[in-house]
């Protein structure tokens, strides 16, 4: 008797983890040869073992030449980065390519994915970079799997969407994937960041964002000082959370959380959303699949949400609907910060902005560049 098909590639898997490209393209090259081509069953795990040896070879050959490459490194594009996350097989590459155009490997093996590949979300305004990221395992932050460099790379993202496979215990795997960037030091929470701390070399504790009021300020002021920071900006996006500025104080990194239950044509993904729902009150939860890519303008306004971002109009002539440039920006930016920003603004010789909308009281009313804008925010700058 021989080991199923997917049982035999999770062993080739479990003994290549860890080991070099050229280790690993050796043990799966004595694998296929130990295949023969007439087992029926087994024609797609002798494709992927062909292919991974071929891509594993070429790697290693590489490394002698170019010098080692860290395949966990993605350079970061657009105005955002959010990570795709989740346990094995439940179809993170799959939703990235369909959202997102990741050029990603999907397949029924566990653990197809063995480094990050990014795709790119074009919106008005700007463009927001999905990677697709390898499972994360029990026991990851112990160095199972991926180990370590995967929950850095999930610590790099502005929000995460954690992937649930509707054919699976939904409510255990979220609580895996919390407990392993936990113990990284990773929160997962159910909404945008309120409050950010960004210690600086100096210049003492000073604020910046959405205004403060004065007993909110002399709790952060006390809490700073009793953590020993004594220079750090504290960004108020939203509003003033002391518990999200204890988090960071920790040395923790706090990230936007969103579940998108997949496989949502699974008969058991209605029951799947319930009882997540229950477990995770508050957090969103958006049921998708890639077969038909259901909900994905759902999953698209909730990242936007998740990540604190604006949408504000940059207007060529001085009136509310002159044409008008979008741009997305993250709460609590500034008209400076838009300047900074826009495209065909000259931010070192503009003076003032003029505001239609939420942030101002009259339609077209001037503002310094230190007022804070709204979503909906239709915005001139004065040179
Ligand atoms: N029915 C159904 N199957 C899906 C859906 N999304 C993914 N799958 C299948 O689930 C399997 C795993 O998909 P992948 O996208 O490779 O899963 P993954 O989470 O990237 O897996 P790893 O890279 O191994 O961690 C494949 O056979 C997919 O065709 C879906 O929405 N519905
Ligand atoms: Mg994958």
């Known amino acids: 008797m021989h080991l199923p098909a997917n049982h035999l590639w999770r062993k080739i898997e479990s003994e290549i983890t860890g080991k070099d490209h050229a280790e690993a393209a050796a043990i799966m090259r004595r694998y296929l040869d130990e295949i023969p081509a007439s087992w029926r069953g087994y024609q797609a795990l002798r494709d992927r073992l062909v292919k991974r040896v071929g891509r594993s070879e070429a790697a290693g050959a590489g490394r002698s030449t170019r010098g080692s490459r860290d395949e966990f490194h993605v350079q970061r594009r657009g105005i955002a980065r ?198 995770f009150p508050g957090h969103a939860v958006i049921r998708t699949n890639f077969l038909d890519e259901a909900n994905f303008d759902d999953l698209q306004a909730t990242i936007v949400s998740a990540l604190g971002l604006r949408a504000v109009a940059v207007l060529d002539e001085p009136a509310a609907d002159a044409r008008a440039a979008p741009l997305l920006m993250r709460a609590g930016s500034s008209a400076r910060d838009i300047a900074e920003r826009a495209e065909g603004v000259d931010d070192s010789s503009v003076v003032a902005a003029l505001v239609w909308g939420d942030s101002v009281k009259h339609p077209g009313q001037e503002v310094g560049l230190s007022h804070l804008v709204a979503d909906g925010d239709r915005v001139h700058f004065r040179a």
């Open 82 to 279: 959010v990570c795709f996350i989740g346990a094995a097989n439940c179809g993170k590459s799959a939703i990235v390519n369909a959202f997102a155009q990741a050029p990603t490997e999907v397949n029924d093996f566990p653990q197809t994915t063995r480094e990050p590949v990014a795709g790119l979300l074009r919106l008005g305004g700007g463009d927001i970079q999905c990677l697709d990221t390898p499972a994360i395992l029990p026991g990851t932050v112990g160095g199972e799997g991926f180990g370590r460099r995967l929950l850095h790379l999930v610590s790099t993202g502005d929000a995460a969407v954690v992937v649930l496979d509707a054919g699976e215990d939904v409510t255990s795997q979220a609580r895996l994937i919390m407990a392993e960037l936990a113990a990284f030091g990773v929160r997962l929470q159910p909404h945008a960041i309120g409050t950010e701390l960004t210690p600086q070399g100096r210049g003492g504790i000073s604020f910046a964002g959405e205004p403060i009021d004065k007993a909110d300020a002399s709790v952060a002021r006390r809490m700073l000082t009793e953590a020993e920071v004594m220079h750090a900006r504290v960004t108020v996006r939203s509003a003033f959370s002391e518990d999200e500025l204890a988090a960071s104080l920790a040395g923790q990194t706090l990230m936007p959380t969103l579940f998108v239950v997949n496989k949502d044509d699974l008969p058991g993904a209605g029951k799947a959303e319930t009882d997540l729902r229950d477990a």
